[in-house]
């Protein structure tokens, strides 16, 4: 069975910092790209960040370039999203995602989900 499962999330003060996980079981791990999306009450999900399966290349939209941080810990089968200097419209569901080989921000072609982490960021 595959899984997906997020954890980090929380309540934070603007300016904070937060750590997303997502543990991953059921397929193998190393071959996929991995993706964050998030999606905020009354707005489409978007995607945050992903990463390569292979090289480890990443991606940000820009409202978050230089604030977040994605990475891939492969022999825990776990993808990481360190957040710092949150802001208010960072507030969201975050989703962690799998698609076969090359990352993409297109939620479309994604194979697996998780069941989402709640992030709110107070101002």
């Known amino acids: 069975e595959v899984q997906l499962v997020e954890s980090g999330g929380g309540l934070v003060q603007a300016g904070g910092s937060l750590r997303l996980s997502c543990a991953a079981s059921?397929?193998?791990?190393?071959?996929?790209?991995l993706g964050w999306f998030r999606q905020a009450p009354g707005k489409e999900r978007e995607g945050v960040s992903c990463?390569?399966?292979?090289?480890?290349?990443?991606f940000y939209i820009n409202s978050v370039t230089g604030r977040f941080t994605i990475s891939r810990d492969n022999a825990k089968n776990t993808v990481y999203l360190q957040m710092n200097s949150l802001k208010p419209e960072d507030t969201a569901v975050y989703y962690c995602?799998?698609?076969?080989?090359?990352?993409?921000?297109?939620?479309?072609?994604?194979?697996?989900w998780g069941q989402g982490t709640q992030v709110t960021v107070s101002s």
């Open positions: 995602a799998a698609t076969w080989g090359m990352a993409t921000m297109k939620s479309t072609l994604y194979d697996y």
């Open positions: 059921g397929f193998t791990f190393d071959g996929y790209g």
């Open positions: 990463i390569s399966s292979v090289g480890g290349r990443t």
